[in-house]
């Protein structure tokens, strides 16, 4: 199973678009399981659970990202934002398939 873990500042905002992330992928029975957490709880949250595929940066987290791919480098996996539209929108098919796209680019560029 795939794991993509939403981050924004208190991981408050992205509960709601990770749910509705989540309902779309289980209607197109995708093995993804989607969970929301705060920015400055990720270190911990890699330590104590399953390693991420992508990590999705909500709009308010936009300073965070350089940092966060940094930070996180050694991961390998894609960490991108979210786009600011299809956020407020909470356009949970768009985002869901803009994390599927950017795993499946990360595993093709592997297979170079």
Request: glycine share 2%.
């Amino acid at each position: 199973m795939k794991k993509i873990y939403l981050l924004c500042s208190n991981g408050m905002s992205t509960s709601m678009l990770a749910a509705m992330m989540q309902n779309s992928a289980n209607q197109h029975k995708l093995p993804i399981e989607i969970v929301a957490y705060p920015q400055r709880e990720l270190e911990s949250v890699l330590k104590n659970h399953s390693l991420p595929d992508a990590i999705l940066l909500g709009p308010q987290a936009r300073y965070m990202l350089k940092e966060t791919k940094e930070k996180f480098a050694y991961l390998d996996i894609p960490i991108i934002m979210i786009d600011q539209e299809d956020y407020g929108m909470l356009n949970s098919e768009k985002v869901l398939k803009q994390a599927v796209l950017a795993m499946k680019r990360k595993n093709t560029d592997k297979d170079k």
